[in-house]
């Protein structure tokens, strides 16, 4: 049996390299291989923040199987593959075979894919017979999205001017109606303004009617409907702005191409605790796993500490940003390693590292991949995922708001809206179960490297669902107050 392979040849390489192991490599090559094997649909749920060793139990069955399979893998994760576990595999004797491109892959090897080619090999039918493995279900759902989008820069529009000039003068019309449109809006942090259907109608109906269109022009008639969302990002600076289309939910778009052939997925979701009161992590693939596993990390040998005073002032409240300054100068003269502050609020982001740098100079920074070994970086949830596997770790993280999705962005309008229209809970269905993903990833090298995390954001105890916030960070210990030393630094009392 394939399970009782990979079990074996697993072992025999762990035992060869030595060192300290992941405590569940062997159980996951065995569900992996199980549903390579029995072709049904497998999660694995893996703890946030899990040393990044498991992938070579995740290659080992693959190497093992004689079924036709696609690996799809985001490029910064196929460079770690190919430049650290390929190796691996072949000091072991597996000699794996790995294919790119968009090419069919012989049945005999292993393909490797982006979420873009995914997309692209399944619309030619590549994908017949061949079982998919998801490692990175947590970055499906934006993955997909990313890969499905349609961007028209400015220079497409020249290109279609070139293409088509019997009609240049109709869309030179067009877009300057589109500029004047756009910067008449009032401008977000984001810098994006919500394009309606109304506002793209005309230029449709324009370019419906040419016989042939340059790309992207074709992908972008395509993107519309009730399914997609357009906006316009704009350069204030320059004076440009590019159109944006993308799939409000792009798992239901594609939900067959999981349903032809068993998937394995595993990726770092949220906790069986927390997913028991929050939609499936992969219901939007309109699929039901007959295995769902959670192989977590061994239970902490000291909690979290966590300090979150009562009676906070809500984000909205006039007075917040003096909140968030007061707070975090204490909360750094207290800290001698690297302080994260996370907030998306551009405006009240900026500021507050404004704030800081004027009592600790330049210490404070914005956004910065090589940080003060005692710094203070101020960052957006976005920026600090991204970059977090590449930055020392934290020795505390201050969370100035909770990383909720704000409506004024397009995206997050619009799918809200469309919930909204079947009268379901897009608060509980939608925004806090992505807060509580992005919360316990942000989080999950803190709890690696030890120190403590602060949260200003009045919501935590204020709104009912602060409780499933607690529930995310557990196992936590509360920081009652913030009690000076005598060396004046600050040192922390928990209860």
């Not at 040393?51 to 995740?58: E, G, H, K, N």
């Not at 992005?438 to 935590?460: K, N, P, S, Y």
Request: one cysteine or more; proline letters at 8%; glycine letters at 8%.
């Amino acid at each position: 049996m394939l399970e009782a392979k990979a079990h074996q040849q697993l072992k025999a390489l762990l035992q060869r390299e030595g060192g300290q192991r992941w405590p569940h490599h062997l159980s996951l090559s065995r569900l992996v291989a199980r549903g390579l094997r029995r072709g049904d649909h497998t999660l694995v749920r893996l703890a946030h923040g899990t040393d990044p060793s498991w992938w070579i139990s995740l290659l080992v069955p693959l190497a093992l199987s004689p079924t036709p399979l696609a690996l799809v893998v985001s490029d910064e994760r196929r460079e770690r593959l190919l430049q650290q576990e390929w190796p691996r595999l072949r000091a072991a004797g597996l000699n794996l075979a790995c294919w790119e491109g968009l090419e069919p892959a012989p049945a005999t090897g292993l393909w490797l894919l982006n979420h873009r080619e995914l997309l692209q090999v399944w619309r030619l039918g590549h994908l017949v017979g061949r079982r998919l493995v998801i490692p990175e279900a947590e970055l499906l759902d934006s993955a997909l999205r990313d890969a499905m989008a349609v961007v028209i820069h400015p220079s497409d529009w020249d290109q279609l001017r070139r293409a088509l000039p019997s009609v240049e003068s109709s869309l030179l019309e067009l877009h300057q109606r589109l500029t004047r449109r756009i910067f008449s809006h009032r401008l977000h942090g984001q810098q994006r303004v919500p394009m309606a259907a109304e506002d793209e109608a005309p230029l449709r109906h324009l370019l419906a009617l040419a016989p042939s269109l340059p790309p992207p022009w074709p992908q972008w008639l395509a993107a519309q409907g009730p399914g997609w969302c357009g906006w316009a990002d704009v350069d204030p600076a320059r004076l440009h702005w590019r159109l944006h289309c993308q799939p409000l939910e792009p798992l239901q778009e594609l939900s067959e191409l999981v349903l032809v052939n068993g998937t394995v997925l595993v990726g770092e979701l949220a906790s069986g605790r927390i997913s028991a009161e929050l939609p499936a992590p992969v219901s939007g693939l309109g699929l039901e796993p007959r295995v769902v596993v959670e192989l977590a990390d061994p239970p902490l040998a000291e909690p979290l500490p966590l300090y979150a005073p009562m009676r906070q002032p809500l984000p909205n409240t006039p007075h917040f940003a003096d909140h968030l300054l007061d707070h975090s100068r204490r909360l750094v003269l207290g800290q001698r390693g690297l302080t994260i502050v996370l907030i998306d609020d551009v405006g009240l982001r900026l500021g507050l590292a404004s704030g800081l740098a004027a009592d600790f100079g330049s210490r404070v920074a914005h956004e910065v991949s090589v940080p003060d070994a005692n710094g203070v970086l101020c960052c957006s949830w976005t920026w600090w995922l991204e970059h977090q596997g590449r930055l020392p770790l934290p020795g505390q993280v201050v969370i100035g708001m909770l990383p909720i999705a704000s409506l004024e962005d397009p995206l997050t309008a619009a799918r809200v809206a469309a919930l909204r229209q079947v009268g379901r809970d897009w608060f509980r269905e939608l925004l806090l179960p992505e807060a509580l993903n992005r919360l316990q990833r942000g989080l999950a090298g803190l709890r690696r490297g030890g120190g403590r995390v602060a949260i200003l954001d009045g919501r935590l105890r204020g709104r009912s669902w602060g409780r499933q916030v607690f529930m995310a960070l557990e196992p936590w210990v509360q920081l009652a107050r913030l009690l000076p030393s005598n060396d004046g630094q600050e040192q922390d009392q928990a209860t």
